[in-house]
């Protein structure tokens, strides 16, 4: 989990869930374990909310996804 704390708001970022109810979920690919947060997390906006993800090829991808997070962390602190 990712959480962002601003001056006055409190946002947790869910981007991969690792643990259900004491259940290991890290035999199954990133894929599955997302379904499975979608499916029992109930997202408010701007408070509880599971973050997008973006397929990366190249340390040059991953800078650039690094960056959006990065300016959607700012943004959210306004």
Do not use: W
């Not at 869910?14 to 499916?39: G, K």
């Amino acid at each position: 989990m990712y959480c962002i704390i601003g001056s006055d708001s409190f946002t947790d970022i869910i981007f991969d869930i690792v643990y259900i109810n004491q259940t290991s979920l890290t035999r199954y690919p990133l894929r599955e374990r997302r379904d499975a947060l979608h499916h029992i997390i109930n997202p408010v906006n701007r408070r509880f909310e599971i973050h997008d993800f973006a397929k990366a090829n190249s340390v040059k991808d991953i800078e650039t996804e690094l960056r959006k997070i990065v300016k959607l962390t700012l943004d959210l602190r306004d």
